[in-house]
């Protein structure tokens, strides 16, 4: 559990695990409830479109405390494939990815930054780490750049 109280649903590391298997999941979505008790998938998928994937991420709602719709922070997985330098081949990581953008409202932010690591510790074998907070953070081009030197 998270210092937030925040805990894991099971099938956030079912699915995670299917991704890394290699089977048909090419990326999660994770979201913490609407209640604020438990982070949860909200969506997976089967294509490796990062565009749609980012579009996701850049139109995620949360609810604050009052019930308010705003703008939302979410966690994410995503097998990045790039390419090695002078033809050696194309390499994968499973990158893990924490979306809280500067502009939305304090107590979301503040609860997908506490829960966060209770998130990573369930996700046995992520490769990379990425916080995230605006757009230019989740181009596909710095995401790839960021995985493919380690960090």
Same mark, same amino acid.
């Given at each position: 559990m998270a210092q937030? +109280?925040?805990s894991v649903n099971p099938d956030c590391i079912s699915k995670f695990? =299917?991704?890394k298997l290699g089977k048909d999941i090419k990326w999660i979505i994770y979201k913490i409830s609407d209640d604020w008790?438990?982070?949860v998938? =909200? =969506?997976t998928s089967n294509e490796a479109?990062?565009?749609i994937f980012r579009d996701k991420l850049l139109n995620a709602k949360s609810k604050d405390r009052k019930g308010k719709e705003g703008i939302g922070g979410r966690y994410a997985v995503f097998d990045v494939e790039y390419d090695l330098p +002078? +033809?050696?081949g194309t390499r994968t990581k499973i990158t893990f990815i924490s979306w809280c953008p500067d502009d939305?409202?304090?107590?979301p932010r503040m609860m997908y930054s506490t829960s966060k690591e209770a998130i990573k510790r369930a996700l046995n074998g992520l490769a990379a780490d990425i916080q995230a907070n605006d757009a230019d953070d989740i181009e596909f081009e710095n995401i790839k750049s960021r995985v493919s030197k380690g960090r």
């Amino acid at each position: 559990m998270a210092q937030s +109280g925040v805990s894991v649903n099971p099938d956030c590391i079912s699915k995670f695990n =299917e991704l890394k298997l290699g089977k048909d999941i090419k990326w999660i979505i994770y979201k913490i409830s609407d209640d604020w008790k438990e982070i949860v998938v =909200e =969506e997976t998928s089967n294509e490796a479109n990062f565009d749609i994937f980012r579009d996701k991420l850049l139109n995620a709602k949360s609810k604050d405390r009052k019930g308010k719709e705003g703008i939302g922070g979410r966690y994410a997985v995503f097998d990045v494939e790039y390419d090695l330098p +002078g +033809g050696e081949g194309t390499r994968t990581k499973i990158t893990f990815i924490s979306w809280c953008p500067d502009d939305a409202p304090q107590y979301p932010r503040m609860m997908y930054s506490t829960s966060k690591e209770a998130i990573k510790r369930a996700l046995n074998g992520l490769a990379a780490d990425i916080q995230a907070n605006d757009a230019d953070d989740i181009e596909f081009e710095n995401i790839k750049s960021r995985v493919s030197k380690g960090r």
